[in-house]
């Protein structure tokens, strides 16, 4: 493997591993490198050598190499293949998961780009960077040995552009996603797929919200579940003991959500309300509709810093719409998937829409991602979920 150099700042990076590296951290160029060539990187200062992969082609302004881990006796390939497996026992420790869940999060699991998510029937991976896309077959024939499933590989068009990578597309040769979560079977048609399929990362927030429900004396009765996608939120709270539930998204998962709702043998009443999620907020205020319980669990509103602010403009338009509809001594669950809003902004956000509509908010709970999306540290990148749940009572 070819050696390049690491000036003061790329080595202090790699005291941190894994590392992204961007041109201005190397002492040495990496233009004649092919995309995805592995690469030992050195720290001459300390004689420490680190071993990672570079792509000349990433676009500009993105990290340009990834340092993954310390040089060692090791082939790439067999340093890729025993993180892959490392962190597939680290998912396979938990009981309850049953292997659907993130068996593979990315940086979290020192493989940069790779996202594996695995359910009852198949398993989705996605490979974004060109380091990881050279191994491309053997992670895909690892991947199926470790789960004894089928495993299709679905790239995203966006990020692999950012890297220089081709997009191959393959066709689905499945119906349906069949995932098991909390004790909910739940589908979903692959035509309906988004990102690696299912979002997992709320798991733990939607078993905090059930707990919560069932020590309640006297459940909600009437709940609404906003941006619902396949209907996890809503079928955890009728489960729970919420007496009629509400779905709401703008795509039409009205089969899904009729299917689920069979499935798990769920009794009360629901519907399904296929459309704008703000749309319908404002015409059930119109209609004076109230609910006991809302859980808003919105999409990211912004993707880099810069659209923080204009994101908790929308938080707050939001949160207000949701709180116009609470009944007073009832139940808020406020989500967020923005990366670029922390969890006591999102408080606060939520705390200043209740103000203006002449409510009062109280912490019950507060969550992040589950145990299949770990993360280093509060301020890691990997840590982006928050949830909290308030009591919403009127002044």
């Known amino acids: 493997m070819r050696e390049v150099i690491l000036n003061k700042n790329g080595s202090l990076k ?9 041109a201005s951290d190397l002492d040495s160029s990496i233009k004649s490198f092919t995309p995805g060539e592995w690469t030992i990187f050195i720290n001459k200062k300390k004689n420490e050598r680190y071993l ?3 792509n000349p082609l990433a676009a500009q302004n993105s990290a340009c190499a990834h340092v993954v ?13 025993r993180l892959i497996e490392r962190a597939w026992k680290k998912r396979d420790l938990i009981s309850d998961y049953q292997q659907n869940a993130r068996m593979i999060y990315g940086v979290a699991d020192r493989l940069p780009g790779l996202i594996v998510d ?3 029937n198949c398993v989705l991976a ?9 191994f491309r077959s053997n992670i895909k024939e690892l991947l199926e040995k470790l789960s004894g499933k089928e495993v299709h590989l679905l790239d995203n068009p966006s990020y692999r552009a ?3 990578l081709p997009t191959y597309s393959e066709e689905l040769d499945l119906e349906e996603l069949k995932i098991k979560e909390n004790g909910l079977n739940l589908t979903l048609k692959a035509e309906n797929l988004q990102k690696v399929g299912f979002y997992y990362d709320h798991r733990e927030n939607r078993n905090k919200l059930t707990s919560y429900i069932k020590r309640m004396k006297s459940p909600p009765k009437k709940g609404l579940d906003l941006f619902c996608y396949v209907g996890a939120w809503g079928m955890n709270m009728s489960r729970a003991g919420v007496e009629q539930v509400t779905f709401v998204d703008q795509a039409n998962f009205s089969s899904e959500i009729s299917k689920n709702w069979e499935q798990n043998n769920l009794k009360g009443p629901y519907d399904f309300h296929h459309g704008d999620v703000f749309d319908f907020l404002k015409k059930k205020q119109i209609d004076g509709d109230k609910y006991d319980l809302i859980v808003s669990d919105p999409p990211a509103f912004c993707k880099s810093p810069k659209g923080a602010k204009k994101a908790l403009q929308g938080y707050l338009k939001l949160h207000r719409a949701c709180l116009k509809l609470l009944e007073d001594q009832s139940l808020f669950a406020v989500c967020s998937c923005t990366r670029y809003v922390d969890l006591d902004t999102l408080a606060q956000n939520a705390a200043l ?7 009062r ?11 299949d999306h770990p993360s280093s540290s509060l301020k890691d990148n990997s840590n982006y979920l928050k949830y909290i749940l308030f009591y919403v009572e009127n002044l």
């Open 14 to 22: 790699c005291y941190d591993l894994p590392a992204e590296i961007y």
């Open 52 to 54: 990672g992969f570079a």
């Open 69 to 81: 881990g310390l040089a060692n006796e090791q082939s790439p390939l067999e340093f890729v293949e």
């Open 118 to 120: 695995s359910f009852d």
């Open 126 to 134: 996605q490979i974004n960077t060109a380091g990881l896309d050279v």
């Open 162 to 164: 950012g890297e220089g």
């Open 353 to 359: 829409a209740a103000k203006q509509e002449g409510k």
């Open 361 to 371: 908010l109280s912490m019950l709970d507060i969550g992040t991602q589950g145990f």
